[in-house]
């Protein structure tokens, strides 16, 4: 790949001029100039699917909303990250995540160390507006070293791109749709009757909230350790 | 009454379906109760004598979810009575440990709770004890409220600071310092 012939263009990122690679995403330019996006099903080092519509951007011109971490930069786009309408669609996404699964924090494995957690107070989110649903949905504890507790799932899909893109199995999948929604294993089988799973683990520590976690642990025990998830990467793009 | 006594703010706690956690918390604000004490009247609480919620409450603190028809009861007489209503810690806030139940039927629930696994004079309670509700809800499901103080609990700092705000006619702003969960 010739690297010199891909085109720069520059735009405007909440009231800056910016400069950018046309391959590059609006979320990536705008971290390149320290300007704060909201994510959470993104994760560096892995693919962009704007699954979560946290980075929702405003782009002039248009009437929709962008998602910053898939949509493209554009010479003389102009983006507005912030905005009373955003902040408000934000906030409402965000509820509707908690509304939609049992995320009781306080006895959750990653309280304290939860991205949906932190970024609820980030955005100011503190009390949810709409009725919880309360699903009855399962704890898959059959894994040896790992538990699977779906009342915690935001479906960010982090699990089912990590397994696939870097670990290569491919073992989790998405399964339904809305809110009967689920991440599975295999065909829908017992995580620990998983005959593709190698179990790296690397699923559990991407997972952002407590749904993915390991055994034996207390609430506010599970930390998540991300740091492998660059360096692997970087090993991919080397061999190709 | 003295002029002074007359000034104080009118302050009620109250401790729905909660473990009381919050109330333990607030009594870590320590010596700062005494700040406190000169600048409010606690009318009604689990820590004072009064049985019956008071008319022109000031601030009222409710601790826990809407869990019983005593519940649901007692938060609209609060609402009622009450300027500034403040949804105190997670149960009041998100319905929280309570909620977790909601999952199932009630009728399910108590079969569990109070036949499957007891061993002894295996019965539902249904005199002097209060109905349950079918679902678990945090109080603005119910009533409206003016001041959100999530955590499990929240920090001594955060009810003190909550507080302290309130008396002065400030609105207080806990975004940076209260979170679910703790």
Same mark, same amino acid.
């Given at each position: 790949?010739?690297?010199?012939?891909?085109?720069?263009?520059?735009?405007?990122?909440?009231?800056?001029?910016?400069?950018?690679?046309?391959?590059?995403?609006?979320?990536?330019?705008?971290?390149?100039?320290?300007?704060?996006?909201?994510?959470?099903?993104?994760?560096?080092?892995?693919?962009?699917?704007?699954?979560?519509?946290?980075?929702?951007?405003?782009?002039?011109?248009?009437?929709?909303?962008?998602?910053?971490?898939?949509?493209?930069?554009?010479?003389?786009?102009?983006?507005?990250?912030?905005?009373?309408?955003?902040?408000?669609?934000?906030?409402?996404?965000?509820?509707?995540?908690?509304?939609?699964?049992?995320?009781?924090?306080?006895?959750?494995?990653?309280?304290?160390?939860?991205?949906?957690?932190?970024?609820?107070?980030?955005?100011?989110?503190?009390?949810?507006?709409?009725?919880?649903?309360?699903?009855?949905?399962?704890?898959?504890?059959?894994?040896?070293?790992?538990?699977?507790?779906?009342?915690?799932?935001?479906?960010?899909?982090?699990?089912?791109?990590?397994?696939?893109?870097?670990?290569?199995?491919?073992?989790?999948?998405?399964?339904?749709?809305?809110?009967?929604?689920?991440?599975?294993?295999?065909?829908?089988?017992?995580?620990?009757?998983?005959?593709?799973?190698?179990?790296?683990?690397?699923?559990?520590?991407?997972?952002?909230?407590?749904?993915?976690?390991?055994?034996?642990?207390?609430?506010?025990?599970?930390?998540?350790?991300?740091?492998?998830?660059?360096?692997?990467?970087?090993?991919?793009?080397?061999?190709? | 009454?003295?002029?002074?006594?007359?000034?104080?703010?009118?302050?009620?706690?109250?401790?729905?379906?909660?473990?009381?956690?919050?109330?333990?918390?607030?009594?870590?604000?320590?010596?700062?109760?005494?700040?406190?004490?000169?600048?409010?009247?606690?009318?009604?609480?689990?820590?004072?004598?009064?049985?019956?919620?008071?008319?022109?409450?000031?601030?009222?603190?409710?601790?826990?979810?809407?869990?019983?028809?005593?519940?649901?009861?007692?938060?609209?007489?609060?609402?009622?009575?009450?300027?500034?209503? !403040?949804?105190?810690? %997670?149960?009041?806030?998100? *319905?929280?440990? #309570? =909620?977790?139940?909601?999952? $199932?039927?009630?009728? +399910?629930?108590?079969?569990?709770?109070?036949?499957?696994?007891?061993?002894?004079?295996?019965?539902?309670?249904?005199?002097?004890?209060?109905?349950?509700?079918?679902?678990?809800?945090?109080?603005?499901? !119910?009533?409206?409220? %003016?001041?959100?103080?999530? *955590?499990?609990? #929240? =920090?001594?700092?955060?009810? $003190?600071?909550?507080? +302290?705000?309130?008396?002065?006619?400030?609105?207080?702003?806990?975004?940076?310092?209260?979170?679910?969960?703790?």
């Amino acid at each position: 790949m010739n690297k010199a012939s891909i085109e720069i263009c520059t735009l405007i990122i909440e009231n800056r001029e910016c400069g950018g690679r046309a391959d590059q995403t609006i979320l990536e330019v705008a971290e390149e100039y320290g300007i704060f996006i909201p994510t959470l099903c993104r994760l560096s080092g892995l693919s962009s699917i704007g699954a979560c519509r946290m980075c929702l951007v405003e782009v002039k011109g248009s009437n929709k909303l962008m998602p910053a971490c898939v949509t493209k930069v554009q010479e003389g786009m102009e983006v507005t990250v912030n905005s009373e309408r955003l902040a408000e669609f934000r906030k409402l996404t965000l509820e509707m995540l908690f509304s939609e699964r049992n995320h009781i924090c306080s006895v959750c494995v990653t309280n304290g160390h939860c991205d949906l957690q932190s970024l609820a107070q980030k955005l100011g989110v503190n009390h949810i507006t709409m009725p919880y649903i309360h699903p009855h949905v399962q704890v898959d504890a059959s894994h040896p070293r790992f538990i699977a507790d779906h009342n915690r799932c935001i479906l960010c899909t982090r699990c089912i791109r990590v397994c696939q893109e870097i670990e290569g199995a491919h073992t989790w999948d998405l399964m339904g749709r809305g809110t009967k929604a689920r991440v599975i294993t295999d065909l829908n089988r017992p995580w620990g009757e998983s005959e593709s799973c190698t179990g790296c683990g690397k699923c559990v520590q991407v997972c952002p909230t407590g749904a993915l976690s390991e055994k034996g642990q207390a609430a506010g025990e599970m930390l998540k350790r991300r740091t492998f998830l660059p360096y692997l990467s970087m090993m991919r793009e080397v061999g190709k | 009454m003295t002029k002074a006594k007359a000034a104080k703010a009118r302050v009620a706690t109250v401790w729905l379906d909660g473990c009381s956690g919050c109330h333990m918390s607030l009594l870590d604000i320590d010596e700062r109760l005494i700040l406190l004490e000169e600048k409010i009247e606690l009318v009604y609480s689990p820590l004072v004598d009064a049985k019956v919620f008071p008319e022109n409450v000031d601030v009222a603190l409710v601790e826990g979810s809407i869990s019983s028809e005593e519940d649901l009861h007692k938060i609209k007489i609060i609402r009622k009575n009450s300027k500034v209503l !403040v949804s105190l810690g %997670d149960c009041a806030v998100t *319905g929280n440990i #309570p =909620s977790m139940r909601t999952v $199932f039927s009630l009728e +399910s629930m108590l079969e569990r709770v109070y036949d499957e696994n007891a061993t002894i004079n295996q019965q539902v309670p249904t005199k002097v004890v209060p109905k349950l509700l079918e679902r678990v809800m945090p109080l603005h499901e !119910v009533v409206d409220v %003016d001041i959100y103080l999530p *955590g499990c609990p #929240p =920090s001594a700092e955060n009810i $003190f600071f909550a507080i +302290s705000e309130l008396l002065e006619g400030r609105t207080p702003d806990l975004t940076l310092t209260a979170r679910f969960g703790a």
